[in-house]
């Protein structure tokens, strides 16, 4: 199959050259008004409605867009698809659209307030057991303030609010035993010695604190039922996720950077990008001992699902014994791509390709970019972005062809997300679009 990207590109004009895919003009996109409802010209209308659509610059090739949204202001999460709704933050106010229409179905501020010009408003926001999670706060060059997570329903309405105090970012690392874990740090990176930056437990049912650990800056990590691990430069730190105990510190020999961790099977699993001839891929229990070990891969990323899965130099799956159920020998990033009951979808090279679960075998591979990575799974297509480019693209799980693909204007945008009925594409400064799947 000859795709439309590479046809393009040839032709002189690339992905970005792409004119007419929305049949829109140049004009200011409408907003919302100051309590959050659509004004009538933000109103979204298909495309080809004598109204037109906002124009936010997003170009689509092989697809009618369903809806066009612009939102005032700097969008600061990915987007989450949650019960009918789409929602992302922007400033400091969580927007959610009616995944249907477009059209706001409510919003909810944050009390977070920068208050200096030099002070900007960071937030992620995550979903989990169908509550939204809005963490929000403020950052200042090399430090950050006034975190808070907000627990909302679908609906829109506050469940619960936590402060941590805490100064520095916070990283909402998962959840686990009734709990979101939040690990916190500063630009100002120490090593596994450094103090300052607990670990936190929010208990899930109420948002209060649970615990807090003494670690140094984390950079992320993984959350199970038993254990929340979070990583460093040159270490992990393991912690009971019910009693805050911190089960064992594992810094690999050499001071090498940790560039992955992974919770499952009563394990924990770290990986490394380089070790010449030490192991790059350890399995630890509780104690925080070796199990097994491998040495033959650098290791980019990991996920475990009922085995664990490598991403890397290889896309490889291993056994709780650390077997090696199977290798594919084209590279990919495994940590949030989408996962089936029978398949997983990674990036190759320049492909966006579909593996066997079971056999590793490729089912099949399309052109994309060469940072096109899958990102979500809805109806019967997944769909991939490429930040760097600015670019998505939607693929046929049945057979890998391509069912249409666009381009994003502006700053690296979020990535996008999918449901049974289309993909949402989101920029940098608050155009939403709706792409049919």
């Given at each position: 199959?000859?795709?439309?990207?590479?046809?393009?590109?040839?032709?002189?004009?690339?992905?970005?050259?792409?004119?007419?895919?929305?049949?829109?003009?140049?004009?200011?996109?409408?907003t919302d008004t100051a309590d959050g409802t659509p004004s009538p010209d933000a109103s979204p209308t298909p495309r080809n409605s004598p109204t037109g659509t906002p124009h936010v610059g997003v170009e689509v090739d092989g697809a009618e867009p369903a809806w066009v949204r612009s939102l005032d202001g700097t969008v600061r999460t990915d987007p989450v698809a949650v019960d009918g709704r789409v929602a992302v933050v922007v400033g400091t106010t969580v927007h959610a659209l009616d995944a249907e229409t477009g059209e706001t179905a409510w919003t909810f501020e944050s009390p977070v307030s920068p208050d200096r010009d030099v002070d900007r408003p960071t937030a992620s926001l995550r979903e989990h057991g169908g509550t939204l999670y809005a963490l929000v706060g403020v950052s200042f060059?090399?430090?950050?303030?006034?975190?808070?997570?907000?627990?909302?329903?679908?609906?829109?309405?506050?469940?619960?609010?936590?402060?941590?105090?805490?100064?520095?970012?916070?990283?909402?690392?998962?959840?686990?035993d009734g709990a979101a874990v939040l690990a916190t740090s500063d630009d100002a990176i120490g090593g596994a010695g450094s103090g300052g930056h607990p670990v936190l437990a929010v208990d899930l049912a109420n948002g209060s604190e649970r615990w807090r650990a003494e670690s140094a800056d984390g950079m992320g990590g993984s959350v199970g039922d038993e254990y929340a691990v979070v990583r460093g430069y040159g270490w992990v730190d393991c912690f009971d996720v019910a009693t805050g105990e911190r089960r064992f510190r594992f810094e690999p020999d050499g001071g090498r950077d940790v560039e992955a961790t992974a919770v499952g099977d009563g394990r924990v699993f770290v990986g490394l990008r380089s070790g010449d001839d030490d192991p790059t891929l350890y399995a630890l229990a509780a104690d925080g001992s070796t199990d097994w070990s491998q040495s033959d891969r650098f290791v980019s990323s990991l996920r475990y699902v009922e085995?664990?899965?490598?991403?890397?130099?290889?896309?490889?799956?291993?056994?709780?014994?650390?077997?090696?159920?199977?290798?594919?020998?084209?590279?990919?990033?495994?940590?949030?791509?989408?996962?089936?009951?029978?398949?997983?979808?990674?990036?190759?090279?320049?492909?966006?390709?579909?593996l066997d679960r079971e056999t590793g075998e490729e089912r099949w591979a399309a052109d994309a970019t060469d940072l096109a990575i899958p990102r979500a799974r809805g109806a019967d297509a997944v769909v991939s972005s490429d930040g760097q480019e600015r670019a998505a693209f939607a693929?046929?799980?049945?057979?890998?062809?391509?069912?249409?693909?666009?381009s994003l204007p502006g700053e690296y945008p979020p990535d996008l997300v999918a449901d049974d009925t289309g993909a949402y594409l989101v920029t940098a400064l608050g155009g939403v679009v709706k792409v049919p799947l």
């Open positions: 199959m000859v795709s439309r990207r590479n046809s393009l590109r040839f032709a002189g004009t690339g992905l970005f050259g792409l004119a007419g895919c929305l049949g829109t003009d140049a004009s200011a996109a409408p060059g090399t430090g950050a303030s006034d975190h808070v997570l907000h627990a909302l329903t679908p609906d829109g309405e506050e469940e619960w609010t936590y402060e941590s105090g805490v100064g520095g970012f916070h990283d909402l690392v998962g959840f686990g085995n664990l899965y490598v991403g890397g130099s290889a896309v490889a799956r291993f056994g709780s014994d650390g077997s090696e159920r199977w290798s594919y020998d084209g590279g990919g990033l495994l940590t949030d791509v989408p996962f089936d009951d029978d398949a997983l979808y990674t990036n190759a090279g320049s492909r966006a390709v579909e693929h046929d799980i049945r057979t890998g062809d391509e069912l249409w693909c666009a």
